[in-house]
């Protein structure tokens, strides 16, 4: 979608406001008060320095947290709220209002993406970059899909699956460019995540760099924004605009956490803060839900202050081995948890008491996201690294 090379940069007069814009991108340092230079942020505008291609920084155990707690968010959303024959309200009470926010679990998961995969690329080529995604996405992913067709199809409670060849396409995770049908319908997100990827996959070819991905993040918020009145279905279908705050938010929190906080780069999170606010008006859940835009901004509101303070070093501290356990959880959870749990109430509600079949289904579900974790993602996830590195390898020697 939006590519801004270095050599592309607009010449501006020398003293002037746009000209001290333009010296903030490349010396991010200049904006920070005077503090001994650190290796990695020294020269963050030369591309592929030594410090700018050094190992990523170590994970933050606390966000594999905050990535399992969105997840629940979700679980409760679809669960809680799910096909219960009876106002969810009169049966869960206060955890059925709740679960009316729970959608903005989705959101909370983009806006950490943006941190997590600015992160995970930085020292990395393009080809380390795709083997790293694909491994990460597609072994648990493939579980889901066949787990929920195997269900629905065993079990047409909610809805049978879907025809063989839509099935079989959304193995390939592209089934919303192509205009299928998800067999799960929480699979839309990763429609998103890809593009996502697709777009940042520029800077890591490029060479990530502090300058680069500010321009990146900079020049996705314009179109993103603009692309509103284009009328150019195509862009926004590259672009995701409703949901690019968030993504472009998460990446600039990251460079924060990275190099320090500037104006520059407060001023990106919060334009995106305010351009995400403004969207939240448009969504058909907020009418669907009887909420009012002002609680659903104030939840919006509150995921940005947390991953800023995440950011700014709140929780360096935080180093609970079972944080880890937790993050690998999140994203097996997330692929079984709808379609196959709402099947399960579907079948089972008229047997079992409501709060007993809902904790049953959620802890079922997690425990067959541990095993998925466990004995698909660990073992299939590192053969498959193995043998695209090696298929990588045998491309460039050709």
Same mark, same amino acid.
Do not use: K
């Given at each position: 979608m939006t590519r801004q090379q270095e050599a592309s940069t607009p010449h501006v007069a020398r003293g002037g406001p746009a000209h001290a814009v333009t010296r903030a991108v490349q010396h991010p340092a200049r904006l920070r008060p005077a503090a001994p230079a650190r290796p990695e942020t020294a020269r963050p505008d030369v591309a592929a320095a030594p410090a700018e291609q050094a190992a990523p920084p170590r994970r933050l155990l606390v966000l594999d947290g905050l990535r399992l707690a969105a997840a629940l968010l979700? =679980? %409760?959303?679809?669960?809680?709220? $799910?096909?219960?024959?009876?106002e969810p309200g #009169?049966? !869960?009470?206060?955890?059925?209002? =709740? %679960?009316?926010?729970?959608?903005? $679990?989705?959101?909370?998961?983009?806006?950490? #993406?943006? !941190?997590?995969?600015?992160?995970?690329?930085?020292?990395?080529?393009?080809?380390?970059f795709a083997v790293s995604r694909a491994v990460r996405? !597609?072994?648990?992913?493939?579980?889901?899909?066949?787990l929920t067709t195997a269900v629905l199809a065993a079990w047409p409670a909610l809805r049978g699956p879907l025809p063989a060849p839509e099935s079989l396409v959304n193995l390939t995770?592209?089934?919303?460019?192509?205009?299928?049908?998800?067999?799960?319908?929480?699979?839309?997100?990763?429609?998103a995540e890809l593009r996502f990827y697709l777009l940042f996959a520029i800077v890591v070819w490029l060479g990530v760099t502090c300058r680069r991905v500010v321009y990146f993040c900079t020049v996705w918020t314009l179109v993103a924004a603009f692309s509103t009145t284009w009328d150019q279905r195509w862009i926004d279908n590259m672009i995701v605009p409703e949901f690019a705050p968030y993504f472009v938010a998460g990446v600039a929190l990251f460079l924060i956490h990275r190099f320090g906080a500037n104006l520059l780069l407060w001023g990106l999170v919060g334009v995106n803060w305010l351009i995400a606010l403004y969207r939240l008006q448009g969504y058909p859940a907020l009418a669907h839900f009887h909420l009012d835009w002002w609680s659903v901004a104030a939840v919006v509101t509150?995921?940005?202050?947390?991953?800023?303070?995440?950011?700014?070093g709140a929780f360096q501290r935080v180093s609970w081995r079972w944080l880890t356990v937790a993050g690998a959880l999140t994203y097996p959870l997330y692929l079984i948890h709808q379609a196959i749990g709402q099947t399960l109430i579907l079948a089972l509600r008229d047997r079992v008491p409501h709060w007993l079949l809902l904790a049953g289904i959620v802890a079922l579900m997690l425990g067959v996201a541990w095993l998925v974790h466990r004995y698909v993602e660990r073992p299939l996830g590192g053969r498959l690294k193995r043998s695209l590195t090696t298929s990588l390898a045998a491309v460039r020697r050709g």
């Open positions: 979700v =679980v %409760a959303h679809h669960l809680v709220r $799910g096909p219960w024959g009876v #009169s049966l !869960f009470g206060p955890l059925a209002a =709740v %679960a009316s926010f729970g959608w903005l $679990g989705v959101n909370l998961f983009f806006l950490i #993406s943006g !941190f997590v995969i600015c992160l995970s690329s930085w020292g990395r080529g393009l080809g380390e996405l !597609f072994p648990a992913y493939w579980v889901g899909v066949v995770m592209l089934q919303s460019g192509l205009g299928v049908t998800d067999q799960d319908w929480s699979y839309w997100s990763l429609g509150g995921c940005f202050a947390l991953l800023a303070a995440i950011a700014l």
